[in-house]
């Protein structure tokens, strides 16, 4: 079967049905091929035992996301904004205020008196850092320069983790990185019953608009000749023929479904890109061993622990007294399910004792991918949105990234490779 389209999208996660709905408001004939059995790519919720668990903790940051989203008319009433907390720290394997708030940078034993100014002092200025002005230098070099203290070093390298889900000071940029930190400072979102409630909402949007959303269709190829996109060429059969392809797919697949794709500039960020993975531990709890514990930063060790439950209304279970708590452990190259899972329940015991009694069902997801790719000092170039060799060919995704991150990335390339389709 041969069909036609004005713009193919290849991926159904948040670049994808973004990428679709921007073209769709302008007019564009749009379809999006999903090869799984439904759309949301890592975006989707799994219900079990009436408790919903994203694939891994999410959180919604301001700014790019944010801002795309409201623009492309998603419900508002799915955004919860997350109010002040009192966030924890775990140190020599004892939980402290971690001083990331005012009342905690006070009370917190981990700073010395004149090290609470510093770290005040630091936090302040990086508010206010105009971060397109910072030279290209990694994070580490930055903190080298403008921070004395080890120790207030230390507890920004925890910040700037908690912000991008990336622990690779050495290669993060300092600027991508500062102006993440800004935005997860000025406001952090939850979605209500999950991030498959935005998903749903997009679908929604989308078919509104007369997108054509296609799930299980796996693609085979994006056929080109000349120097131009021709079609799409689908496992079953189908062909889809269209000037213009979005691939939301990751820097590895999106360079096989490409003949020739050795010649392009997907090689160059196949070959760039560094993937950060994670593995997650989503539990549901009849209750909180330690109530006062609902954020904790893991300082000397590589997690991370929220009560996403935290939040009013947000409806992750059917029982409202259910608290979903989710972790993760960052990882690096070598990493071991097994270990890594036992580190997160090690730091469990210490966060909530007892908490194993609580249990009403969880989820384990022992390699999760963060992002395809991010901000990071050895890229070539940034990526896309087009793809310079061949016409009509573009790229969209979280690793298409020109400075943003996580959701961001995905949501902010989408938009750039939409306008730049609907601008020609």
Not at 56 to 75: M, Q
Not at 272 to 299: E, K, M, N, S, W
């Amino acid at each position: 079967m041969i069909a036609k389209f004005d713009v193919a999208v290849v991926g159904g996660g948040i670049a994808g049905l973004t990428a679709a709905l921007y073209l769709a408001r302008g007019g564009k004939r749009v379809v999006v091929l999903e090869s799984q059995n439904q759309m949301g790519g890592r975006a989707i919720t799994n219900k079990k035992d009436g408790i919903r668990f994203n694939l891994g903790s999410h959180a919604l940051y301001a700014g790019d996301a944010y801002d795309i989203f409201r623009e492309l008319n998603v419900n508002p009433d799915i955004f919860r904004k997350v109010d002040e907390f009192i966030p924890y720290g775990i140190w020599k394997e004892q939980v402290h205020p971690f001083p990331a708030a005012v009342r905690t940078l006070l009370k917190t034993p981990l700073l010395s008196a004149a090290d609470k100014y510093r770290f005040g002092a630091i936090l302040m200025k990086i508010l206010k850092l105009d971060t397109d002005a910072i030279p290209h230098m990694s994070l580490r070099d930055w903190m080298e320069e403008h921070v004395g203290s080890p120790m207030v070093r230390h507890l920004l390298y925890v910040l700037a983790r908690g912000g991008t889900y990336v622990q690779a000071p050495d290669l993060q940029v300092a600027g991508p990185l500062f102006r993440q930190m800004q935005r997860s400072i000025t406001g952090v979102y939850y979605l209500k019953k999950g991030w498959g409630s935005l998903i749903e909402e997009m679908c929604s949007e989308a078919r509104r608009l007369g997108v054509i959303l296609i799930t299980g269709r796996k693609v085979n190829s994006v056929e080109h000749d000349d120097g131009r996109v021709q079609r799409v060429r689908c496992e079953n059969g189908e062909t889809i023929e269209t000037p213009y392809v979005i691939l939301t797919t990751s820097p590895q697949i999106s360079s096989r479904l490409v003949p020739s794709a050795e010649l392009t500039s997907l090689r160059t960020w196949e070959q760039q890109a560094i993937p950060i993975t994670a593995a997650c531990l989503d539990i549901g709890l009849r209750r909180l061993p330690a109530p006062q514990h609902q954020f904790v930063y893991g300082i000397d060790q590589p997690v991370l622990m929220i009560n996403s439950s935290r939040i009013q209304g947000l409806e992750l279970s059917e029982n409202d007294d259910v608290q979903v708590f989710q972790m993760i452990k960052f990882q690096v190259q070598g990493s071991n399910a097994q270990e890594d899972r036992r580190q997160l329940e090690q730091a469990m015991d210490l966060v909530h004792p007892g908490w194993r009694r609580e249990v009403v069902a969880e989820q384990y997801l022992p390699k999760m991918t963060v992002v395809h790719d991010f901000p990071h000092m050895k890229r070539v170039e940034n990526p896309g949105p087009a793809v310079p060799q061949i016409k009509g060919l573009y790229v969209a995704g979280d690793w298409v990234s020109h400075g943003e991150y996580l959701a961001g990335g995905a949501a902010a390339s989408a938009k750039r490779a939409s306008l730049h389709i609907l601008a020609h």
